[in-house]
């Protein structure tokens, strides 16, 4: 069973101080780093990402997808919000597949929780991304003291002469 992790873009960026800040000078580089925190994310996750940003007013879009990072970016077509493509999507997804859903909307929300999949608000998500972010530099750390070690860095030949030596001792 694959999962999934559906992210309402432009509600994850407003809602996210520092999305927020950034999307105050730059929208397309808010959106940019959004995807690249959901590359390193995902990959810890072990969950498909696909992040969805409204188009429904910019004149004559077109519904676009892309693969950047490994992560699903799709821009939705004009008339059509980020809400209702969520919508649209989640029944198939749900058939075989777990789905989770993050945004603060909280009618879409009660629609996800009545398609099967399940809902996280924004700040639970900040959560679990900081959380999630905390162990991977936890274990980072762990791994490079573990290779500062003096015996992790000596041939293995040499290390078991050492150990013979300090046994005679």
Known sequence: M???LILDGYNIINAWDKLKHIAQQSLEEAREQLVEMMAEFQASKKADVIIVFDAHLVKASMEKKEKVKNVEVVYTKERETADSYIEKIIPELTKRN??????????????ILGSGATRLSVREFILDYDA?????????EDLRQ????????????????LEKFRRRS
């Open 98 to 111: 777990r789905v989770m859903v993050v945004t603060n909307d909280w009618t879409e929300q009660q629609m």
């Open 2 to 4: 694959k999962e999934y």
């Open 146 to 161: 573990e290779k500062d070690y003096l015996s992790n860095r000596i041939d293995p030949s040499v290390l078991e002469k």
């Open 132 to 140: 999630t972010k905390k162990a991977i530099q936890k274990k980072t």
